[in-house]
């Protein structure tokens, strides 16, 4: 489905991957609240699509994304973006359940690496760039730059992109962390895709469960998180896929999960 600024569709043999193309050309893929509306709603389409086990999220080959719109937000006044909570909607994608897939090919700058940072598995393509430069604007980052790229890729690292703008690419982004593989350009929609038809494969009660698990503990001191992750745990022994996955490996014989 072409929308406005995105493109949707469903890949894989079995049809259970969510596609997302961020779409708007001309602009590198900057990301007006006409776009980020539209990825909303996409999310809200996928998370509800029973078939749907696991989302890429991908731009066009120049650009993932280049940031928020600078010509949208240039006269915006701080009594309307706080009136507005501008930006808090973007939460939407990393609030959602099922897991998503960053495929990255070019420019993933200011909020287009916080979307990218977003998602639960970055893949990058060798052309891939990202960076921070909001303070070469006259801001700072405002959708995780300053909070998940720290996390992902430590203090120093972080520090010198966001204080900087500097860019990294897409093999210094694996080194440090932030994206766990690199591909072709090419191939890099292709490899999150087929990434997703195996997580798809999973119990979807189970995918949800693990990526909770880890997200919360980004949030919770060790101790919690441990604690959290072990009810989790717990959890899936409320489901019948826990039962099916171990008596199908105990049966030498493929689990036929239900989501249930
Ligand atoms: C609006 C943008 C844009 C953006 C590019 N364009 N980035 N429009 N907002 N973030 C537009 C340009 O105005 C231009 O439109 C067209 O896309 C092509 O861009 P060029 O600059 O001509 O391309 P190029 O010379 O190849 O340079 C690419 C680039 C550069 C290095 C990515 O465009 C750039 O620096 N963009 C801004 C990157 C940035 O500062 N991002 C952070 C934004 S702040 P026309 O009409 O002239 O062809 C941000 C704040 C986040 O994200 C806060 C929390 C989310």
Known sequence: TEREYIITDKKGEKQNVGYIQLNRRKALNALCDGLMKEVATALDDFEADKDVGCIVLTGIDRAFAAGADIME?????????????????????????????????????????????????IYAGENAKFGQPEIIIGTIPGAGGTQR??????????????????????????????VSKVFPVDQVVNEAIKTAEQIAGYSKITTALCKEAVNKGFEMPLKEGLHFEKRLFHATFATSDRKEGMTAFAEKRKPNFTDS
């Open 73 to 121: 937000m240039k006269d915006r006044q701080f009594s309307e973006v706080v009136a507005s909570d501008f930006l808090t909607s973007w939460n939407r994608l990393a609030d959602c359940k099922k897991p998503v897939i960053a495929a990255v090919n070019g420019y993933a700058l200011g909020g287009g690496c916080e979307v990218a940072m977003m998602c639960d598995i």
């Open 149 to 178: 790229l720290c996390k992902a890729i430590g203090k120093s690292k972080a520090m010198e992109m966001v204080l900087t703008g500097n860019m990294i690419n897409a093999e210094d982004a694996e080194k440090a962390g932030l």
